[in-house]
């Protein structure tokens, strides 16, 4: 129950491309890429509703530099991708709708310490170029590390919020989350 706004307009009852169109991306956990699609089809993909083709095909060279490995895969059908080429192209699909506001739902899960490392870099790159994150993600620390804004949810509710660097610093947290 409730109302979904986004930059003050509810969003509640438009359909997935509306929601698009207003300038939101998901990344879903398990990154719902298409396995059957390469790489760049999967870029493609979601670019349905632009026109812009000279802006695609700049904006597919931005993505091809955030995530390099993806440039050499652009062949590779997304299925075959490791577990972190995946999550990358994820991300890159998102950024491919030139969305104002990312949401990454759990975007470490099952990957290596060091892709976690790699996501959660190139992700604050995308947020310092001018891309909101709504992130939600159970590896707190480095969630905390890369916020701006953090919040604590048990069960649904809210129980603290602050910086990112309040929150890693609360005892309560420290106890529960960071060990």
Same mark, same amino acid.
């Given at each position: 129950?409730?109302?979904?706004?986004?930059?003050?307009?509810?969003?509640?009852?438009?359909?997935?491309?509306?929601?698009?169109?207003?300038?939101?991306?998901?990344?879903?956990?398990?990154?719902?890429?298409?396995?059957?699609?390469?790489?760049?089809?999967?870029?493609?993909?979601?670019?349905?509703?632009?026109?812009?083709?000279?802006?695609?095909?700049?904006?597919?060279?931005?993505?091809?530099?955030?995530?390099?490995?993806?440039?050499?895969?652009?062949?590779?059908?997304?299925?075959?991708?490791?577990?972190?080429?995946?999550? %990358?192209?994820?991300?890159?699909?998102?950024? %491919?709708?030139?969305?104002?506001?990312?949401?990454?739902?759990?975007?470490?899960?099952?990957?290596?310490?060091?892709?976690?490392?790699?996501?959660?870099?190139?992700?604050?790159?995308?947020?310092?170029?001018?891309?909101?994150?709504?992130?939600?993600?159970?590896?707190?620390? %480095?969630?905390?590390?890369?916020?701006?804004?953090?919040?604590?949810?048990?069960?649904?509710?809210?129980?603290?919020?602050?910086?990112?660097?309040?929150?890693?610093?609360?005892?309560?947290?420290?106890?529960?989350?960071?060990?």
């Amino acid at each position: 129950r409730g109302e979904i706004r986004f930059e003050g307009r509810p969003i509640q009852r438009l359909s997935p491309a509306g929601i698009v169109a207003r300038g939101l991306a998901q990344v879903p956990e398990g990154r719902g890429i298409f396995g059957t699609l390469t790489v760049e089809e999967n870029l493609t993909l979601a670019t349905w509703s632009r026109r812009d083709r000279r802006e695609i095909r700049a904006d597919r060279g931005r993505v091809f530099d955030l995530f390099p490995r993806l440039a050499e895969r652009r062949r590779q059908l997304g299925g075959t991708l490791s577990g972190g080429e995946q999550q %990358m192209l994820a991300i890159a699909r998102a950024l %491919m709708t030139r969305a104002r506001l990312l949401l990454l739902d759990e975007p470490s899960m099952g990957l290596s310490p060091l892709l976690v490392r790699d996501i959660f870099r190139i992700l604050q790159d995308i947020n310092r170029a001018g891309t909101s994150l709504l992130l939600v993600e159970q590896n707190a620390r %480095m969630a905390l590390n890369a916020a701006a804004r953090g919040y604590v949810l048990e069960t649904g509710r809210l129980v603290l919020q602050g910086t990112g660097r309040e929150l890693a610093n609360h005892p309560r947290v420290k106890e529960a989350y960071l060990g």
